[in-house]
């Protein structure tokens, strides 16, 4: 009797999934301020009606394939996603010297950042597709921190995924602002980080009672997630690709979690 | 095209999925050097053919109503699940103070305790539904150290789990006979466990080359998987729902992973 329930759903969930992955994707200008910025947004064409919306954010290195991948790919699985510009439109950096110093110009200046990201975010609510009670938002490393930025900031987003992003917090009081679960996922082999930097940010979120989950995965470095890392975890930043699966799916489960009433 | 594709496949799973569910159980007598051990099996009845087998470890109580509802609920997920018995026919610990002292000689007597769980493993295999190239263990408390302590043995079990489980070895050069993927779910509120535990546990794996992942849970306490443990993590011990529920999902993703290749 169950079968026979849940078969017609399965297949319906079947099709449904099979007729998407029609992904469009178009660059989008926006701004914060007087900054031009320009993003990257993606959406399956052939979905109808409102869904999550996940915003992306870049590494150091700005707006980068990565991270128009991975918004095709949450696209893909029924998202809208919109890979934010947080440096501004054009402004990438030339080589990892200029990136560190590009990332720690926003890390220091922590309202310019939550102010970049938030802009990001806003536009993204602002696509007709986007159900605004269903968001949330995914970064790598410099991404990582920011959206752990856009939760300090107090953005009413359902969840934020940091990969192998810097957890610090110049202001861990804020903490009391967020009101997104928080998922970190972590390379066990990631040497930006240290243990006093984890411990902080364990009593940051245990302090302010947020709901957050924290994965580390052994041997993957800084980077897990980027293919174009190389594959030598001693140079401090390599691809594991047993790693990157692992934290997409966690990822996933997350997001089938938070966003569980439908979506 | 590729809906009509996968259609069948899926319509398959659903009814497999649905037609499962005659879980059947049974207390098994068997025994590891002169001891005479009780455990507890669960399959599916209506499932055919081999399929992965799961080993679950009671906590200090002993085998007890958790680690038998574990074994039904992973035999209503497919698998055969052996409840192994570590203390002996009828050795139940009277209250807290008794489990301890039990719990804490195994603990120091770690080649005992390998010998218990790896006659548990080893009645575990000799059922005929058991596919033995596709095995796990998991444990609760003193059974995430015991599926540890029958990792670092060296057995043939493709992935163990830890639940709230305590990570110490007195041994950490055996982590080299380690062939299975290793998955340690934990309360960040656990304080048994203490940061200089974590970083003893890393390293011994780190070291050996281990395939592990640790998942720390912010605000859960030790036996987080516990119903009967109370709601006050205060106690140091508390139930906590979110979770009960993300580690179990956790344990399922890991086993879709190390049993990939059909079961």
Redesign the interface.
């Known amino acids: 009797m ?2 026979m329930k ?2 017609p759903l ?2 319906v969930a ?2 449904a ?3 998407h992955a029609k992904v469009r994707s178009q660059l989008v200008e926006y701004k914060q301020g007087d900054t031009v910025l320009e993003g990257y947004l993606a959406y399956d064409d052939a979905a109808k009606g409102k869904r999550p919306g996940v915003l992306v954010v870049h590494a150091w290195m700005g707006l980068d394939d990565n991270a128009k991948k991975r918004a095709d790919m949450l696209a893909g699985l029924g998202y809208v996603a919109f890979a934010a510009d947080i440096y501004g439109k054009g402004v990438r950096p030339k080589d990892r010297d200029e990136a560190g110093k590009l990332a720690g110009k926003y890390k220091t200046d922590r309202a310019l950042l939550r102010a970049r990201v938030n802009a990001g975010f806003e536009k993204m609510l602002a696509d007709p597709h986007v159900d605004a009670a269903k968001t949330a938002a995914i970064g790598y490393c410099f991404g990582g921190t920011t959206v752990l930025e856009l939760a300090r900031s107090g953005t009413a987003v359902s969840g934020v995924v940091s990969f192998h992003g810097g957890l610090d917090s110049p202001a861990p009081a804020d903490a009391k602002q967020i009101k997104a679960k ?1 998922l970190v996922l972590h390379g ?2 990631d040497f930006y980080e240290k ?1 006093a930097d984890f ?1 902080a940010f ?1 009593k940051e ?2 302090d302010a ?11 993957a470095a800084h980077c897990f997630t980027d293919k174009g890392a190389g594959n030598d975890p001693s140079t401090g930043c390599a691809y594991d690709a ?1 790693a990157d699966t ?1 934290s997409w ?2 990822m996933r ?1 997350f997001f089938d ?1 938070i966003f569980k009433n439908g979506k």
Chains 1, 2 share one sequence.
Do not use: C, F, N, S
Not at 212 to 217: F, G, K
């Open positions: 169950r079968a849940l078969m399965i297949v079947a099709l999934t099979a007729a928080v066990a082999a243990p411990a364990q979120l245990a009672k947020v709901d957050w989950q924290l994965v580390e995965y052994g041997g047993a692992r799916a966690a489960a979690e």
